[in-house]
């Protein structure tokens, strides 16, 4: 496995991938790998003859008050385990050259990025767009992988590529869990040991709330209120929003027709973490 900072480089790599007709697959990461990260460079490896896993710590998609700074980074556990799971080019560039002193253009999501997270995370989803879209020209894969895990995040990408006519197919991967539940997440390494006892009710609250889909609750007021009451039995957990969405769209539900998703964000202490459940058709 190769390692490339410098982007013409990871240009030219590709252009002679190509050439020589080879298809690529993109996995696009903050890095602090994780079963979930290395589900997806397993899908890219099944699908295409060169995966490329990118790691960048992307600081236009965090707040000011976010975590940039205490991110978890570790490029070499990181490419020890991506080189495991089948990754052959590692793509590591600096923010300098990401985005240099002179860069003018901006991305500006609309209307997919206004609920959920983005009500709550300005311009965040702008800083994905953008850094997305450059990762695509830089490395111009055949697909890109990305986990339901950020639910809003595949359909925002979907949007941009859609709405910018771009060649590229973008698959989404299925949340992986611990074993009691809690979605895999690089900044589960946050929590206490009592908070990461609590964490694992996002999980039972979603699945609750599949149950009394399941049983026929037609309400999205009394979905809400069953998960906000299970989620506040616990005094460390803060919910953030749950929301009750179609999965594709995002739009708010007035009525539990399938497919549903359930969203959630909560905080626990300093830690915000998110989960989501699709209930199908
Ligand atoms: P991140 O490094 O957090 O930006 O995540 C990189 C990619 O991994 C994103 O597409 C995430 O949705 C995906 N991902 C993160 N956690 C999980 C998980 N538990 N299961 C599946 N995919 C995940």
Same mark, same amino acid.
């Given at each position: 496995m190769k390692t490339i900072h410098n982007l013409k480089e990871m240009q030219e790599y590709i252009a002679f991938q190509r050439a020589e007709g080879k298809t690529v697959g993109l996995v696009p990461t903050m890095g602090a790998l994780h079963e979930g990260h290395l589900s997806l460079i397993h899908a890219a490896g099944k699908e295409n003859d060169r995966v490329v896993v990118s790691i960048f710590v992307n600081p236009?998609?965090?707040?000011?008050?976010?975590?940039?700074?205490?991110?978890?980074?570790?490029?070499?556990?990181?490419?020890?385990?991506?080189?495991?799971?089948?990754?052959d080019i590692i793509f590591n560039p600096e923010a300098r050259d990401m985005y240099p002193a002179d860069i003018s253009t901006s991305i500006r999501m609309g209307s997919i990025a206004e609920g959920l997270?983005?009500?709550?995370?300005? @311009?965040?989803?702008?800083?994905?767009?953008?850094?997305?879209?450059?990762?695509?020209?830089?490395?111009?894969?055949?697909?890109?992988?990305?986990?339901?895990?950020?639910?809003?995040?595949?359909?925002?990408?979907?949007?941009?590529?859609?709405?910018?006519?771009?060649e590229v197919e973008i698959v989404s991967c299925p949340i992986v869990r611990e074993s009691d539940g809690l979605a895999m997440s690089s900044r589960n390494v946050y929590l206490s040991e009592d908070e990461r006892v609590s964490a694992r009710l996002l999980n039972q609250a979603l699945e609750e709330g599949r149950t009394f889909i399941q049983?026929?609750?037609?309400?999205?007021?009394?979905?809400?209120?069953?998960?906000?009451?299970?989620?506040?039995?616990?005094?460390?957990?803060?919910?953030?929003?749950?929301?009750?969405?179609?999965?594709?769209?995002?739009?708010?539900?007035?009525?539990?027709?399938?497919?549903?998703?359930?969203?959630?964000?909560?905080?626990? @202490?300093?830690?915000?973490?998110?989960?989501?459940?699709?209930?199908?058709?």
């Open positions: 236009t998609q965090f707040g000011a008050n976010e975590d940039f700074d205490q991110y978890p980074r570790d490029l070499k556990t990181d490419s020890e385990l991506a080189e495991k799971a089948g990754a997270c983005g009500r709550y995370r300005p @311009g965040h989803f702008d800083g994905v767009a953008i850094v997305v879209n450059k990762l695509f020209n830089l490395v111009n894969p055949h697909r890109a992988y990305f986990g339901q895990k950020d639910a809003q995040q595949v359909q925002v990408i979907r949007q941009m590529v859609q709405d910018l006519n771009m049983k026929g609750c037609r309400d999205p007021g009394e979905l809400r209120q069953l998960i906000q009451k299970l989620l506040q039995s616990d005094p460390r957990l803060q919910v953030q929003y749950i929301e009750i969405v179609h999965p594709s769209t995002l739009q708010p539900l007035q009525l539990l027709q399938k497919p549903v998703m359930i969203a959630l964000a909560v905080h626990i @202490g300093k830690t915000r973490l998110i989960d989501n459940i699709i209930i199908e058709e």
